[in-house]
């Protein structure tokens, strides 16, 4: 008697169905980026400016005016290190905040899976947070920073921002559908995160129970942890999450991630399947 294997004819498919979401997500996202900066005159150069001109800016006041650039030699590529990283992590969430209503039109008409939405949002920020980080790489070139093997560990760290911010990603987006005000809350939240993360004040000026707080938030974990890597010859002036927290502090906020995205996916499954309707 022949025998086939119980799987035999679902692996295809199963690969078409994972082929086919990569594709969507790849045409979504890139199409959201140039339609972001279509009919502008300056257009993917505004990816730049804008984290560019708020870097200019705060490095005027707190650098120059209230002598922060003092504390360290890197001070002004930390700074800027700071804004690219929570420009993305502001840019990536607001975006998937909105993403499930400002597609209102493929949620009715068509049959995918609708995590693929907030996805691409989060995607579209990640494209032009990549353009951000050449820029990063020139001022860390102007300042005379060698590159060294243990930078390798940079993507591993910016993965996990992003799949934290995925997270956060689905929960807002899911809510939003229900809860017009959770854009008011989420926006007066990142002004109130961006002063909370130590991105334009060192992390030493707080006492060091404030700093074990700060690093319950992942986008501190991950700036401090960038920032040790590429200042390797200036460790006084960069606090770890080992530093704050013993040995084993980055498993805080590495089990966050895991679970902001644990959660992220029950509430966007619970409510997915009214989407279309609730738009």
Excluded: C
């Amino acid at each position: 008697m022949e025998t086939v294997a119980p799987d035999a004819g679902t692996r295809p498919a199963k690969g078409h169905a994972l082929r086919h979401r990569v594709r969507t997500l790849h045409v979504m996202a890139a199409a959201e980026y140039k339609l972001k900066y279509s009919g502008s005159a300056l257009g993917y150069v505004w990816s730049a400016l804008k984290p560019l001109a708020l870097f200019t800016m705060m490095y005027l006041v707190f650098g120059r005016v209230f002598k922060l650039g003092t504390i360290s030699p890197y001070y002004a590529v930390g700074l800027l290190i700071g804004i690219v990283l929570f420009t993305f992590f502001a840019d990536a969430t607001l975006g998937g905040t909105y993403s499930l209503v400002s597609r209102e039109s493929l949620l009715r008409k068509l049959v995918f899976p609708r995590t693929v939405i907030p996805t691409a949002a989060t995607l579209t920020a990640a494209i032009t947070f990549a353009v951000n980080t050449a820029v990063v790489a020139l001022f860390i070139a102007w300042k005379g920073i060698v590159p060294r093997l243990d930078w390798l560990l940079i993507p591993l760290l910016l993965l996990e921002l992003y799949v934290f911010v995925l997270g956060l990603s689905l929960i807002l987006s899911a809510l939003f559908v229900r809860f017009r005000d959770i854009a008011q809350v989420w926006e007066l939240a990142l002004q109130l995160i961006f002063y909370a993360t130590p991105v334009i004040y060192p992390l030493s000026f707080l006492p060091p129970w404030a700093q074990s707080i700060e690093f319950v938030n992942p986008l501190t974990q991950v700036l401090q942890d960038i920032r040790a890597l590429v200042f390797y010859d200036d460790p006084a002036n960069v606090i770890t999450a080992t530093d704050a927290l013993g040995p084993y502090g980055r498993l805080i906020p590495i089990a966050i991630v895991f679970a902001t995205v644990a959660i992220g996916l029950l509430v966007f499954k619970h409510d997915e399947p009214w989407f279309a309707e609730r738009v």
